[in-house]
């Protein structure tokens, strides 16, 4: 088995930061360098202020502060960190084409070709080559043809490695995993890598696959964690009409071991950049090998979500009186959930969007989301000219701010810290009826009618 002692990871984003910062933690013996083609993003993780670092994860300011420039290096010299590693990991970005076939529904893998290619064109020593991105089954057949045809004679090794982690948690997850999945064809190389994780994760969690079971296991995975959730907000809304409150739906099934309790909290719509792409990026080789059945199953996971997400927003427009036409509507929470600056399909993007396209004005207030990202995520959508939506859309870093002469508030993230606040005092400086949409289901009904406000949850 080959000893590593230089690793590197292409793409210093939500995984590729904490996993390797992890990694170094339990290895001190290993030096790893992470590298981006973004310098900015570089320089953020290289910045003494250790509360400018690009991500926001709890724990992981620490751990990055024990290791850096110490065995963690951020760098943007690609092919320097490239040619001095014996393993390599790619973990760049891989989201829904917006262009060409497979628009809107099969994976960009032109970041991850482009990685393989750069090692190609680089490498001088033979390599192990980690997808640590989540990829299509079958990519590593195209990685393994770019690298193997160089024909400068280097042994290339590729294993699939995917990352299970969440982020909010991510360094939880990553610190204690319920399993970590390799696969590859090479025995050597994936002991190699094996032996990394053992540095900190039982050895029975470690389990061995072919490449195109690993590969597959990470959409899987999504699709089935994603499917529980439209399955609970499926039933949420038929709890609003039938007097069931789905808290209670979830605990009792909940209860049953063979069901289990996990990823049943009905809410305004998962977001995140992993479950939408993964599902569509499934349910497009699904239909590019004709099945069609398999497809239509998976598709209905996302249909799913987003009825929810129109659903709540139409819901609140209708007991607004049916028009939300110059009112002001404050939103608490744009993070796609708590405890991350991440904002990706976000529930609270598309909320905002069609608020505004009924004429609203929206106050925004998250503890870890900036003014500019929320405006540039509108803008993304493309909906209105962005004078409009900066005209539209206030943001504050106060709550209170926020909800000032607001005729509704709407809870778009489960932040802690939203259950906290002084609702008496939100509730005075609110227009009345002061209505309330919790969107998380965090607020207490009783507490919250108590006061005064007319409280609206999902599934209830
Ligand atoms: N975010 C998550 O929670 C999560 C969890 C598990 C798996 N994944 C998967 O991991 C992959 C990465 O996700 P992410 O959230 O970290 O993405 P990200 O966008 O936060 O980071 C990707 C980084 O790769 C860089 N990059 C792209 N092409 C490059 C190149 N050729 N050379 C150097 N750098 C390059 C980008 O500049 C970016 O900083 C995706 O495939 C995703 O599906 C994500
Ligand atoms: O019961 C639940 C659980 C989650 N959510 C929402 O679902 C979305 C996704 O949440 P979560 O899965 O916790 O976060 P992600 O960081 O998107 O992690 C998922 O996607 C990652 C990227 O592939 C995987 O690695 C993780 O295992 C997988 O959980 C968020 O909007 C949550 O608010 C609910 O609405 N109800």
């Not at 990026?281 to 699904?286: D, G, Q, S």
Request: glycine share 4%; aromatic share 8%.
């Amino acid at each position: 088995m080959k000893q590593i002692k230089n690793i590197c990871c292409i793409g210093a984003g939500y995984v590729g930061g904490p996993t390797m910062a992890v990694i170094a933690k339990n290895n001190p013996h290993i030096t790893v360098t992470i590298v981006d083609i973004n310098a900015d993003r570089i320089a953020a993780w290289n910045d003494k202020d250790l509360t400018k670092l690009p991500i926001y994860e709890p724990g992981l300011a620490d751990i990055v502060k024990e290791t850096r420039n110490k065995n963690l290096f951020f760098s943007t010299d690609i092919n320097k960190a490239i040619d001095q590693s014996e393993m390599i990991f790619m973990s760049v970005n891989t989201p829904t084409k917006t262009y060409g076939k497979g628009k809107g529904m099969a994976a960009d893998l032109k970041y991850i070709e482009l990685c393989a290619r750069t090692i190609a064109d680089v490498a001088t020593t033979d390599k192990i080559v980690v997808e640590k991105s989540t990829l299509p089954v079958r990519t590593a057949e195209a990685i393994k043809s770019i690298l193997h045809n160089t024909g400068n004679h280097i042994n290339f090794h590729i294993l699939s490695n995917p990352e299970f982690l969440a982020e909010g948690t991510a360094i939880k997850d990553l610190l204690n995993p319920d399993r970590v999945l390799i696969g590859g064809e090479s025995e050597e190389a994936i002991e190699s890598l094996a032996k990394i994780y053992e540095s900190w994760v039982p050895k029975n969690q470690i389990i061995r696959t072919n490449l195109w079971s690993s590969e597959l296991s990470k959409l899987t995975a999504n699709a089935f964690l994603a499917q529980r959730i439209s399955s609970i907000n499926a039933i949420s809304e038929l709890c609003e009409l039938t007097g069931a409150n789905v808290n209670e739906v979830s605990k009792a099934i909940g209860m049953d071991s063979r069901i289990g309790s996990k990823f049943l909290k009905a809410s305004v719509g998962f977001g995140g950049s992993c479950f939408q792409k993964d599902i569509l990026n499934l349910v497009y080789i699904a239909r590019s090998y004709h099945l069609n059945e398999v497809a239509d199953y998976w598709e209905q996971v996302i249909i799913m979500n987003d009825h929810q997400k129109r659903r709540f927003s139409d819901r609140l427009i209708k007991t607004l009186y049916n028009t939300v036409s110059g009112k002001k509507i404050a939103l608490l929470g744009w993070a796609f959930k708590k405890d991350t600056n991440d904002t990706r399909e976000s529930a609270a993007i598309y909320v905002t969007d069609h608020l505004l396209s009924e004429q609203a004005t929206v106050s925004v207030y998250d503890p870890k989301v900036s003014s500019e990202k929320m405006q540039s995520d509108l803008n993304y959508l493309n909906t209105r000219t962005e004078d409009e939506n900066f005209n539209l859309v206030q943001t504050v870093s106060n709550p209170y701010d926020a909800v000032k002469n607001a005729h509704a508030v709407a809870i778009m993230t489960e932040w802690d810290e939203f259950i906290t606040y002084d609702w008496e005092i939100i509730y005075k400086s609110m227009k009345k009826p002061a209505f309330i949409f919790d969107g998380r289901n965090i607020l207490e009904k009783s507490k919250m009618e108590a006061i005064g406000f007319e409280y609206h949850a999902i599934g209830q």
